[in-house]
């Protein structure tokens, strides 16, 4: 656990996470000597790559470079996780290997926690490398925001995290893609300061993220079989994002029960059940539950072919 008494006052860790990326990650871990602030803390986890990492990791003569070595590939998650395990600054950030953040990022962002007492994360925008344009949607002008506008918002944004907040607290790496279950719990805990600047570049084509549309019947199934067992995540996704949480729910039902799992469909139907105004949602999961796998299977098949209708309009 990451207390108070053990973290350095001042000092900002920036984890960057790689796996295969030797012809990246050097300009990632150089971005980051490149800062502006002085007190920064760079910490390496190599994933087990098994090209060139390593010899260039070695390459690189800077007391300010700490790397971390799993012995084979766990999966970006489990880096993560690690990167956390030894996290010695008062704040941290992570800054995936293919990408860079811009000289004055870390100067930029600490200035802002130290010019507003009491604020425990401080959130940014990120740029297109290509295009030049932000990645996330727009939070707000800048100022104070609660966890919900976060929570709410679409693409990518970055920013610095006062390490006490995460305590022992890791990503569950059963659930690859949903690094929101752990940030849920580090920003209730946070009082967040948004500013409306780029900071992190952002390059595409790194290509190791599975994305949801990509995922089988059987990781989508396992996915919401974890989910439901995250009671935290889904009270705040359920106040977060009232709108969305009812066919999340359902989804879960479907993909459980189809993949003959009926402790989680049971668990999934029972949210379904609490639900203030259920509406067609609860109609349409008793007509699943009558119908068995089998129907959950045919439902499923019904979803994708009207999304990829929807998506060959477009």
Request: some cysteine; glycine content about 10%.
């Amino acid at each position: 656990m990451n207390t108070r008494a053990e973290l350095e006052p001042g000092l900002v860790t920036v984890v960057v996470t790689t796996y295969n990326r030797a012809g990246m990650v050097p300009r990632a871990i150089r971005s980051v000597l490149a800062q502006t602030y002085a007190r920064i803390d760079c910490l390496v986890v190599d994933d087990g790559s098994t090209d060139d990492t390593s010899r260039v990791l070695k390459e690189i003569a800077d007391p300010r470079v700490r790397v971390v070595r799993h012995e084979k590939n766990r999966g970006a998650t489990s880096a993560k996780n690690t990167g956390l395990d030894h996290l010695r600054g008062e704040w941290f950030t992570f800054v995936d290997s293919d990408d860079e953040i811009v000289p004055e990022a870390i100067e930029t962002l600490v200035g802002v926690a130290l010019a507003n007492p009491g604020i425990t994360q401080v959130e940014c925008n990120c740029v297109d490398a290509g295009s030049g344009r932000f990645t996330g949607s727009e939070v707000s002008p800048g100022g104070p925001i609660e966890a919900a506008a976060i929570a709410n918002t679409h693409g990518d944004h970055w920013g610095i995290i006062g390490s006490s907040l995460v305590g022992s607290d890791r990503f569950n790496e059963r659930l690859p893609g949903y690094e929101e279950v752990l940030w849920f719990k580090v920003r209730e805990r946070a009082r967040i300061y948004y500013l409306d600047r780029g900071l992190k570049i952002v390059h595409r084509g790194g290509g190791d993220r599975l994305s949801q549309s990509e995922w089988t019947r059987a990781q989508a199934a396992a996915v919401y079989r974890e989910l439901v067992n995250e009671p935290h995540w889904l009270r705040l996704h359920a106040a977060y994002r009232p709108a969305d949480y009812p066919g999340f729910c359902l989804q879960g039902l479907l993909h459980t029960l189809a993949a003959g799992d009926r402790e989680s469909a049971r668990a999934y139907d029972a949210l379904i059940g609490r639900l203030d105004s259920p509406g067609k949602v609860r109609i349409a999961a008793s007509a699943v539950k009558l119908s068995g796998p089998a129907g959950a299977r045919a439902a499923l098949g019904a979803l994708r072919l009207l999304k990829s209708l929807k998506r060959s309009r477009h």
